[in-house]
């Protein structure tokens, strides 16, 4: 399966969230929403990741949302890499691309909640660090496969890295196939995008990165879905407020919100759900149309 690239002539490729932090996304709605997906539009499903947060584990819930499509590419935007063993996990995404047919696309970075790490038993002083090895660690199990399977994505699978600061740019130019920006306006994706390519350049990285990014929307309730986005983002204290504002509620404001990513380069935009309701995904199916 050829790795995601550049932007297709068309524009952005969207892809679309699972429910599996939001209230009322149950194991049966979870698959209700990804059959309805792969039926759609989408190119892709992605999830979240919290360890301390009532919602489903990333990688066991694109298991299921494998199960049960065979078009749509399976994202995380993002696990929490440090969180995790890097074998246990190489040995997870392995099992998870080829039970999905070489679908996996696997968006790490190092996660900001504190109390995750605490949970965890992992050391959040060198969390960049820990995520840099991890990265190089899984890319060597992929290649001999001593840990199997091996995937069956030549190389592993798709990989892309977030994070906003230099180290991470670096750490995504040195280690993935590309960058995964996590929300805001287009013009934040823009510059984030821009420092990604500058890092690519100077680790003489040939070829162009894989661009992908992440909005959060709801065409059902507006209300219900700013008290989740002020809940699941209440660890960022007053920015919680800032992110729900950009919380997409009309046609228009997602159709802005399409446009200006393609035009700043994003290779797929993946809208994320403030609400659980499966209904949403024939709605935005509906003005991604």
């Excluded at 969207?14 to 309805?36: C, F, K, Q, Y």
């Excluded at 935007?77 to 392995?94: C, D, E, F, N, Y």
Aim: glycine content about 12%; proline content about 6%; charged content about 20%.
């Amino acid at each position: 399966m050829t790795r995601p690239g550049k932007r297709e002539r068309s524009g952005v490729r969207i892809g679309i969230g699972l429910p599996t932090s939001t209230p009322g996304g149950s194991g049966e709605v979870l698959l209700d929403w990804a059959r309805r997906a792969d039926a759609g539009p989408f190119t892709s499903v992605g999830v979240v990741d919290r360890l301390v947060y009532d919602s489903h584990d990333p990688l066991v819930a694109l298991t299921a949302a494998a199960a049960v499509t065979s078009r749509v590419r399976l994202c995380t935007m993002v696990v929490i890499g440090p969180l995790r063993r890097s074998a246990v996990l190489a040995k997870q995404a392995a099992s998870l691309d080829v039970l999905s047919g070489g679908r996996l696309v696997l968006g790490l970075s190092i996660g900001a909640r504190r109390d995750d790490y605490q949970v965890a038993g992992a050391d959040w002083g060198n969390r960049g660090r820990d995520l840099s090895a991890q990265l190089a660690a899984m890319r060597a199990i992929w290649a001999d496969p001593q840990v199997g399977p091996a995937p069956l994505q030549e190389g592993g699978p798709t990989v892309l890295v977030g994070g906003g600061s230099g180290a991470s740019f670096l750490r995504a130019a040195r280690h993935a196939d590309g960058y995964v920006h996590g929300g805001g306006p287009p013009r934040a994706f823009a510059s984030a995008a821009d420092r990604l390519r500058a890092a690519w350049a100077e680790v003489g990285r040939p070829g162009e990165p894989a661009l992908w990014a992440q909005s959060y929307f709801t065409l059902t309730d507006a209300d219900a879905g700013a008290e989740y986005m002020r809940d699941y983002y209440a660890f960022t204290g007053g920015f919680a407020e800032r992110i729900t504002a950009g919380l997409l509620t009309t046609p228009e404001a997602i159709r802005e919100q399409i446009r200006g990513y393609a035009d700043a380069g994003c290779d797929e935009l993946v809208l994320l759900p403030a609400t659980s309701d499966p209904a949403e995904v024939d709605r935005l199916a509906d003005v991604v149309r």
